[in-house]
C-alpha cells in the first residue's frame, strides 16, 4: 500500500506538473484560446480629410520576418501629408516599413506604429473596430500605449485622438498572455500540497 500511494503521487507530479508550467507560461498545450488567428483594422483620420490605414495580426506558421502575400511593404510618397506604418528597423530598405503586419503566434508581441504628418496643425483620429479585437481570444489582451504615454485596452476602446503638427508619432501596440491563466498553476501545486500531506500522514500512521 505504501509503494501504491507513493507511486501515484509521483505520476501526478510528472504528468500534471508539466501541463501546469505550460500553461502558466505559454507553452502551447494544444487546448489553449490564444492559438486562434485574428487581425486588426487601423484607420488613421485627420480632421482636414486625410486619411491612411494598416492592418495587423497572428496567424499560424509565419516567421518573424517579411511574410510574401502576408505581409506589404509601405510605400512613401513624399507629396502625401499623412502616413502611416509599422516600423521593422532592422530589417533595413522597404521591408522596415509594413502597411500590413503579420506574426506567429508568441507570448507577448508588439508592433511599433509610425504616423508621420507634414501638414498644418489638425487633430488626428486612430480609430479599429472593436468587434474586431473583440473576437481576439479572451485570454489575450491587446493595448494601445501612445507617445502621450496613455495605455488604451483596444478590446473595449474604440478610438484615440491626437493634436499633430508637422511631425513623427510613434504608438507601440502589445499583444500578450492574461496573468490569470497562472491561476492553474497555482489550482495544481495546492493540489498537490494536500495529496503530500495525506501521504505524511498515511506513513506515520503505518511505521
Same mark, same amino acid.
Given at each position: 500500500?505504501?509503494?501504491?500511494?507513493?507511486?501515484?503521487?509521483?505520476?501526478?507530479?510528472?504528468?500534471?506538473?508539466?501541463?501546469?508550467?505550460?500553461?502558466?507560461?505559454?507553452?502551447?498545450?494544444?487546448? $489553449? *484560446?490564444?492559438?486562434? &488567428?485574428?487581425?486588426?483594422?487601423?484607420?488613421?483620420?485627420?480632421?482636414? /480629410?486625410?486619411?491612411?490605414?494598416?492592418?495587423?495580426?497572428?496567424? &499560424?506558421?509565419?516567421?518573424?520576418?517579411?511574410?510574401? /502575400?502576408?505581409?506589404?511593404?509601405? =510605400?512613401?510618397? $513624399? *507629396?502625401?501629408?499623412? $502616413?502611416?506604418?509599422?516600423?521593422?528597423?532592422?530589417?533595413?530598405?522597404?521591408? +522596415?516599413?509594413?502597411?500590413?503586419?503579420?506574426? !506567429?503566434?508568441?507570448?507577448?508581441? +508588439?508592433?511599433?506604429?509610425?504616423?508621420?504628418?507634414?501638414? *498644418?496643425?489638425?487633430?488626428?483620429?486612430?480609430?479599429?473596430?472593436?468587434?474586431?479585437?473583440? +473576437?481576439?481570444?479572451?485570454?489575450?489582451?491587446?493595448?494601445?500605449?501612445?507617445?502621450?504615454?496613455?495605455?488604451?485596452?483596444?478590446?473595449?476602446?474604440?478610438?484615440?485622438?491626437? $493634436?499633430?503638427?508637422?511631425?513623427?508619432?510613434?504608438?507601440?501596440?502589445?499583444? !500578450? =498572455?492574461?496573468? *490569470?491563466?497562472?491561476?492553474?498553476?497555482?489550482?495544481?501545486?495546492?493540489?498537490? /500540497?494536500?495529496?503530500?500531506?495525506?501521504?505524511?500522514?498515511?506513513?506515520?500512521?503505518?511505521?
Amino acid at each position: 500500500m505504501r509503494l501504491t500511494l507513493v507511486s501515484t503521487f509521483l505520476i501526478l507530479m510528472l504528468v500534471g506538473l508539466p501541463v501546469a508550467q505550460a500553461r502558466c507560461f505559454g507553452v502551447p498545450t494544444g487546448d $489553449q *484560446e490564444s492559438f486562434v &488567428p485574428w487581425y486588426v483594422h487601423l484607420d488613421i483620420l485627420a480632421s482636414d /480629410g486625410l486619411a491612411d490605414e494598416v492592418e495587423f495580426g497572428v496567424a &499560424p506558421g509565419l516567421s518573424d520576418g517579411f511574410e510574401q /502575400g502576408v505581409d506589404e511593404y509601405k =510605400r512613401l510618397d $513624399q *507629396e502625401r501629408p499623412l $502616413q502611416a506604418f509599422f516600423l521593422y528597423p532592422d530589417a533595413g530598405g522597404p521591408f +522596415s516599413r509594413l502597411s500590413r503586419s503579420f506574426t !506567429s503566434f508568441a507570448d507577448g508581441i +508588439s508592433w511599433l506604429l509610425i504616423i508621420v504628418y507634414s501638414g *498644418e496643425p489638425t487633430e488626428i483620429l486612430v480609430r479599429w473596430d472593436t468587434k474586431q479585437t473583440g +473576437s481576439i481570444p479572451a485570454d489575450v489582451g491587446l493595448r494601445l500605449v501612445t507617445f502621450f504615454d496613455e495605455d488604451v485596452d483596444m478590446k473595449t476602446v474604440e478610438d484615440v485622438v491626437f $493634436q499633430a503638427e508637422a511631425d513623427t508619432y510613434g504608438f507601440r501596440i502589445i499583444s !500578450s =498572455r492574461l496573468e *490569470e491563466i497562472n491561476f492553474d498553476l497555482a489550482l495544481v501545486l495546492v493540489a498537490y /500540497g494536500i495529496v503530500a500531506v495525506a501521504l505524511i500522514l498515511i506513513l506515520r500512521r503505518r511505521r
